[in-house]
C-alpha cells in the first residue's frame, strides 16, 4: 500500500462504452501529475480497467485502451468509478460489473465515484446509511431508486472515509485533489493544482 515513503499508492480507474470522458481523464490527470516537488517521487500509480480489457468507446466516440480486465486486474489502494450515459443506462444493469466493485469494496483503501458512478456504487449496497453525491441531474434518481443513500446536494465531494463521491464531471477533479491532500498533504496537491493551472483552493 502506498505511504510517504517512496512507495505508490496504486490507483485504478474503470472504464466502460459510453463513460464521461472527464469523469475518467480528469482523475487520471490529477494523479498522474502528482508528483512531491523536492523528491520528484510520484505518489500515485494510475490504471485502467474495463470488463473484458478490450477497448471501449467513451462518449462522444473518444476509444481508450485499458490496462487490464476485471480478471487480470491487480491489487489497487484507490478506485475511481466514473460515470456518463453508459453508467446510468447499461452499466447499472451489469451485473458482472456490480459484483466486480462489491468484491473490491473488501481491498481498496478508498472506493470513489465521479457522476453517476454513485449508481453503480449504489446499486453494489456501497452506499447505504451513507451520505454521498452524484450529478445534480440525478439527485432525484439516485434518491428514490436508492432511498437507504444520504444524498447530498449543491457539495463537489462528499467523503465519508473509505468511501468519496463526487458530484458531476469536473467535480471529480475536485474530489481528486481531495484525496491527494488526505493521502500525501496538501503541499503536493497545491503544486499539482499549480501544474495543471486548476483554479482550486488547498488549504
Not at 471501449?56 to 456518463?84: C, E, M
Not at 456504487?121 to 447505504?128: E, I, R, S
Not at 464531471?169 to 499549480?194: C, Q
Amino acid at each position: 500500500m502506498g505511504n510517504l515513503t517512496g512507495e505508490q499508492w496504486a490507483v485504478g480507474i474503470v472504464l466502460f462504452n459510453d463513460v464521461e470522458v472527464l469523469d475518467f481523464a480528469g482523475p487520471f490527470e490529477v494523479f498522474s501529475v502528482a508528483t512531491n516537488p523536492v523528491t520528484q517521487h510520484k505518489p500515485f500509480a494510475v490504471k485502467t480497467i474495463s470488463q473484458t480489457g478490450e477497448m471501449v468507446t467513451a462518449r462522444n466516440g473518444l476509444k481508450v485502451y485499458p490496462d487490464f480486465s476485471f480478471v487480470s486486474a491487480p491489487h489497487f489502494d484507490i478506485l475511481v468509478v466514473p460515470g456518463g450515459p453508459g453508467a446510468r443506462e447499461t452499466e447499472i444493469r451489469n451485473a458482472k460489473l456490480i459484483a466486480w466493485i462489491q468484491d473490491r469494496m473488501d481491498d481498496v483503501q478508498i472506493m470513489s465515484s465521479v457522476c453517476t458512478g454513485a449508481l453503480l456504487l449504489a446499486k453494489a449496497g456501497l452506499l447505504n446509511g451513507k451520505r454521498a453525491t452524484t450529478h445534480w441531474g440525478s439527485y432525484a434518481r439516485l434518491e428514490s431508486e436508492f432511498p437507504r443513500v444520504l444524498v447530498q446536494r449543491n457539495v463537489k465531494f462528499v467523503d465519508e472515509g473509505v468511501i468519496v463521491t463526487s458530484g458531476g464531471i469536473s467535480a471529480g477533479i475536485n474530489m481528486s485533489f481531495h484525496i491527494v491532500k488526505r493521502l500525501v498533504g496538501s503541499e503536493i496537491a497545491r503544486e499539482t493544482a499549480r501544474r495543471m493551472e486548476y483554479d482550486i483552493t488547498i488549504s
